[in-house]
């Protein structure tokens, strides 16, 4: 069965602090890996990724994945309270036609 | 571009009741998806389309959910005789063909409470 896992669950940091977020996986037949932003209501598109090592950056998100350990990991420097939000990751699996998604990670960040 | 939209946004029914949620994707999203997520939970997976064609069905949906997509265009998800486990918010999200999987564009969802 297809399987995504996220770590920490949860994580409570300052404002200012640089956080990493992990997902891994076991899927079968592969396609790509996403992470998005969910706050109250509809998740948010971050990233996608389908090759190994290539890293993504947006502002101070940035994403790389690992396709030889099946893992991926978020990063986010210089945090901000804006940033608060529970982060999902999912795989695309079958050519595109399904998404599974992990359980999130809930970031909080204090002032 | 006006995003994906859903409707009601909030559902409370009585158990036994039956629902149903409409969505409506972004105009040239040929995929459209349903999820379902409870609290402190990813999203988990209910049906896909292709257009009109419902290509894959989640092995834990009940029989009392069906989905349908008339023309390919909007979708309705109908739960019939509703049970308290059923509460949960429902994600609609759509997405463009792509050979490398373009990404859900979702919804703000129905939040479904079954008293």
């Known amino acids: 069965e297809d399987k995504v896992v996220q770590s920490p669950l949860s994580l409570v940091v300052h404002e200012g602090d640089t956080v990493t977020l992990n997902c891994s996986y076991e899927?079968?037949?592969?396609?790509?890996l996403l992470w998005y932003k969910q706050e109250k209501k509809a998740p948010t598109f971050l990233f996608m990724l389908t090759s190994s090592g290539i890293e993504k950056k947006s502002g101070r998100l940035s994403s790389i994945l690992d396709k030889k350990e099946l893992f991926s990991i978020l990063n986010i420097t210089a945090t901000q309270t804006g940033d608060s939000a529970v982060y999902l990751c999912a795989v695309s699996t079958s050519y595109g036609q399904n998404f599974v998604f992990g359980p999130g990670t809930r970031l909080s960040v204090l002032p | 571009d006006t995003g994906v939209s859903q409707d009601p946004r909030h559902k409370i029914t009585k158990r036994g009741q039956n629902v149903t949620f409409r969505c409506d994707p972004i105009?040239?999203?040929?995929?459209l998806y349903w999820y379902r997520q409870t609290l402190g939970q990813g999203p988990e997976f209910l049906t896909y389309f292709q257009n009109e064609a419902q290509l894959e069905k989640s092995r834990l949906l009940s029989d009392r959910f069906s989905a349908e997509r008339p023309k390919g265009s909007f979708s309705t998800l109908e739960i019939q005789r509703t049970e308290q486990g059923d509460s949960a918010m429902y994600l609609c999200?759509?997405?463009?063909?792509?050979?490398?999987?373009?990404?859900?564009?979702f919804g703000n969802g129905t939040r479904l409470t079954v008293t």
């Open positions: 899927v079968t037949n592969f396609r790509s």
């Open positions: 105009s040239e999203h040929n995929r």
């Open positions: 999200a759509s997405s463009s063909p792509d050979s490398l999987g373009s990404p859900l564009h």
